[in-house]
């Protein structure tokens, strides 16, 4: 499975930014997928996660409220909605799909990452 994310961008604080992440591949194999960023001299931590389904999404303390986590399987794309950005969401967003197969988890595949820089 291939991952290419879209829609990072400057944004001011307050403002808004929908990312994407479009699969391409053997995307009949994804489970679930997710969100995770990057800032600098940071380690890479977990935002945002959603079920093949569509059905059950969960999110980090920081990002709740704000951020949505949405999926089309008919076109392979997963989103991120992020509102009312902070600065301290400055980060390389990644995105993450984990595959599986007759009950056999796969490793998972990694997007190249889109940055967002959100100004004071």
């Known amino acids: 499975v291939q991952l290419l994310e879209s829609g990072g961008g400057l944004v001011q604080a307050g403002g808004s930014l929908r990312l994407s992440c479009a699969a391409s591949?053997?995307?009949?194999?994804?489970?679930?997928m997710g969100w995770y960023r990057q800032a600098p001299g940071e380690q890479r931590e977990w935002v945002a996660t959603i079920t093949r389904g569509g059905g059950s999404t969960n999110y980090a303390d920081s990002v709740k409220g704000r951020f949505t986590i949405s999926r089309d399987n008919a076109k392979n794309t997963m989103y991120l909605q992020m509102n009312s950005l902070k600065p301290e969401d400055t980060a390389v967003y990644y995105c993450y799909a984990q595959t599986e197969s007759g009950g056999t988890w796969y490793d998972g595949s990694w997007g190249q990452g889109t940055q967002v820089t959100v100004s004071s």
């Open positions: 591949g053997s995307t009949s194999s994804i489970n679930y």
